[in-house]
């Protein structure tokens, strides 16, 4: 089945901007969608098809898909942006959700 | 206002068997592909099944043949049954609702999660 591939652990200052990867073979020609989930909550969609944004999420968060690699950005990081990101394309052959492993945004 | 309410789980020993539900409001089920997920301690989310508009269903490798997805259109809840239950199926169980195009899906909305402890 396909693989996401995301780093474990991005360190960021705050007021910094943040990338978070998520590699796949030709990811590019895929639509990825990115969530936050917080210590004790449920994930949330916070960027969707590569790169829209859910009504309510700031627009210092932003998404784009190219090749191998699809990039989740954060722009002017604050303390509550802490929490983990995860990557998720459908794979249609199999009808199978795929989601990367998680990366644990830590802001310093 | 959208609401997926999950119940159920709680302790189970290997190789025992428990019932998830999904109280949907907001929505009927049958208009959205409706799915679980789960989160192992300390771990990432790990896709585990989903039940499409028709009714078909499908399932990750490791809890085919043992999970089975159903609903009640009557109560617009959906159900996980979980069977021949592994130490390792220990997880908080999500309850998902999808939006899909024609080219893909994710989840836009989900449940709390419910605890499922499998051990002896």
């Known amino acids: 089945s396909y693989v996401l591939t995301q780093p474990p652990s991005v360190s960021v200052a705050p007021g910094k901007t943040a990338s978070i990867t998520c590699g796949g073979i030709?990811?590019?020609?895929?639509?990825v969608h990115w969530y936050q989930q917080k210590p004790g909550q449920a994930p949330l969609v916070i960027i969707y098809t590569d790169s829209d944004r859910p009504s309510g999420i700031p627009d210092r968060f932003s998404g784009s898909n190219s090749g191998n690699t699809a990039t989740l950005t954060i722009s002017r990081v604050e303390a509550g942006d802490e929490a983990d990101y995860y990557c998720?394309?459908?794979?249609?052959?199999?009808?199978?959700?795929?989601f990367g492993g998680g990366t644990k945004l830590t802001v310093l | 206002e959208v609401q997926l309410v999950e119940s159920g789980g709680g302790l189970v020993q290997p190789g025992g068997t428990e019932r998830l539900s999904c109280a949907v409001s907001g929505f009927p089920v049958v208009d959205n592909y409706m799915g679980w997920v789960r989160q192992g301690p300390g771990k990432g989310l790990e896709w585990v099944s989903v039940i499409y508009k028709g009714g078909t269903t499908n399932y990750a490798d490791s809890v085919k043949g043992r999970f089975t997805i159903s609903r009640d259109i009557s109560k617009n809840t959906i159900y996980l049954q979980m069977n021949s239950l592994r130490v390792d199926d220990t997880a908080v169980y999500y309850c998902?609702?999808?939006?899909?195009?024609?080219?893909?899906?994710?989840?836009?909305?989900w449940g709390q999660g419910t605890l499922v402890t499998s051990s002896s």
């Open positions: 998720q394309v459908w794979e249609s052959i199999s009808d199978h959700c795929v």
């Open positions: 998902a609702s999808l939006y899909c195009t024609s080219a893909t899906c994710y989840i836009d909305y």
């Open positions: 030709n990811i590019g020609s895929q639509s």
